[in-house]
């Protein structure tokens, strides 16, 4: 059983930066795909970015590309989100998912076999 534990979220002034992290734990992660989206109030879940475990290839959703990072330790079986430049529509639970199925990286939540709590991300203006 994977499981996923998301930390690092909080409340920050627009132009700021944040780290979350998610520590995974129940498998020896190769041949996977670690994705990170979001919640904001009454919208729908987001991709934000996601990184292939043992390539380290990644993907960004256009919104966020060129300030956020998406990066793994593979010994601490974590992956991060580098936030900067942040924004208040990046105000948002953003959740740690593990795709263990497929060998491409997608953008479907659905695609997505196991997910964080959510870790809460509060930017102001």
């Known amino acids: 059983q994977v499981q996923l534990v998301e930390s690092g979220g909080g409340l920050v002034q627009a132009g700021g930066s944040l780290r979350l992290s998610c520590a995974a734990s129940g498998r020896t992660f190769s041949n996977d795909v670690m994705g990170w989206f979001r919640r904001a109030p009454g919208k729908e879940r987001e991709f934000v970015a996601a990184?292939?475990?043992?390539?380290?290839?990644?993907y960004y959703a256009d919104s966020v590309k060129g300030r956020f990072t998406i990066s793994r330790d593979n010994a601490k079986k974590t992956v991060y989100l580098q936030m900067n430049s942040l924004q208040p529509e990046d105000t948002a639970v953003y959740y740690c998912?593990?795709?263990?199925?497929?060998?491409?990286?997608?953008?479907?939540?659905?695609?997505?076999?196991?997910w964080g709590q959510g870790t809460q991300v509060t930017v102001s203006s």
């Open positions: 990184i292939k475990w043992s390539t380290t290839r990644t």
């Open positions: 998912a593990a795709d263990l199925s497929r060998a491409i990286i997608s953008t479907n939540p659905q695609a997505y076999d196991y």
